[in-house]
């Protein structure tokens, strides 16, 4: 559990602690609550194949003319520090 558990903290460190100015605990656990939920409903993970922890991987792009008219849409969470993509329906 150690490991797991540094992983997190340095990963909640060098992704969120270390750019804003943490006012006091409320704000902490605040930031904290909405890093976790980032963390685990958006952040795209790099060793599972790009897939969010508690949802299936998406469907492949086979047709390259899909990729072209992509429309992307950004939702900025904590004040700009976290930015969430979507395609647009």
Do not use: K
Request: aromatic letters at 6%.
């Amino acid at each position: 559990m150690n490991s797991i558990v540094e992983r997190w903290v340095q990963t909640c460190r060098r992704e969120l602690l270390d750019r804003p100015l943490i006012w006091n605990q409320h704000h902490l656990i605040h930031t904290l609550r909405e890093f976790e939920q980032f963390y685990n409903e958006h952040r795209p993970h790099q060793g599972i194949a790009n897939a969010r922890p508690l949802h299936p991987l998406p469907e492949p792009i086979t047709d390259p003319d899909e990729s072209a008219c992509l429309d992307i849409h950004r939702a900025d969470r904590l004040g700009g520090l976290l930015h969430e993509y979507h395609h647009a329906a």
